[in-house]
């Protein structure tokens, strides 16, 4: 006889993964983990030319896209009277 095995489709994998109910906000009982630490990730979109703009200036300033980004954030803080970052 065949060895015939079963393959599972799509349908049944997200079936089996899914869960029973999705919260929409957090419960009061769970602790908030995201942005808690001493450093927090951000992501900032842009596009192409303007990711290119800001590449060429952190290669010519040796500095990464981050550095710049503390570079002038406190500068805008500065422009509005309010205290550096």
Do not use: C, I, Y
Request: charged residues 20%; hydrophobic residues 45%.
């Amino acid at each position: 006889m065949s060895d015939r095995r079963t393959t599972a489709s799509l349908a049944q994998f997200a079936q089996a993964t899914a869960p029973a109910s999705a919260p929409d906000a957090v419960s009061e009982g769970s602790a908030r983990t995201r942005g808690t630490g001493a450093f927090v990730g951000m992501t900032l979109r842009l596009s192409r030319a303007q990711w290119n703009r800001l590449h060429d200036l952190a290669r010519a300033e040796g500095v990464s896209l981050n550095a710049l980004a503390l570079r002038g954030l406190p500068r805008l803080f500065a422009e509005r009277g309010l205290p550096p970052l």
